[in-house]
């Protein structure tokens, strides 16, 4: 079975930084796609950025130059570097499997930025 566990938010300024991480069991994490999604509240759940077993990477166009996704495959880990946050990424962060359907999403992690 799948299981997903998303780390590292908090409360920041805006302007700060937070860097997210997710490990992954119950998968073969160097083959499968990954990806970052968020849901703030009121929202629908929307992608924040993937990256495929190769390491290519695609953001959502409001993000870009300010969020890096990266992985570990040794550590069966992802990451989500988010700088220059802002009041609108208020929202509680999830990783997934990405481009194949999802696994049972995991807690999440709350990011909240103050203004």
């Known amino acids: 079975q799948v299981q997903l566990v998303e780390s590292g938010g908090g409360l920041v300024q805006a302007g700060g930084s937070l860097r997210l991480s997710c490990v992954a069991s119950?998968?073969?994490?160097?083959?499968?796609?990954m990806g970052w999604y968020r849901q703030a509240p009121g929202k629908q759940r929307e992608l924040v950025a993937a990256?495929?077993?190769?390491?290519?990477?695609n953001y959502a166009n409001s993000l870009k130059g300010r969020f890096t996704i990266s992985r570990d495959n040794a550590k069966n880990t992802m990451y989500l570097q988010m700088n220059s946050l802002k009041p609108e990424d208020t929202a509680v962060y999830y990783c997934?499997?990405?481009?194949?359907?999802?696994?049972?999403w995991g807690q999440g992690t709350q990011v909240t930025v103050s203004s």
């Open positions: 119950g998968i073969i994490f160097s083959i499968r796609a």
């Open positions: 997934n499997l990405y481009g194949l359907g999802y696994a049972d």
């Open positions: 990256i495929t077993s190769g390491g290519s990477t």
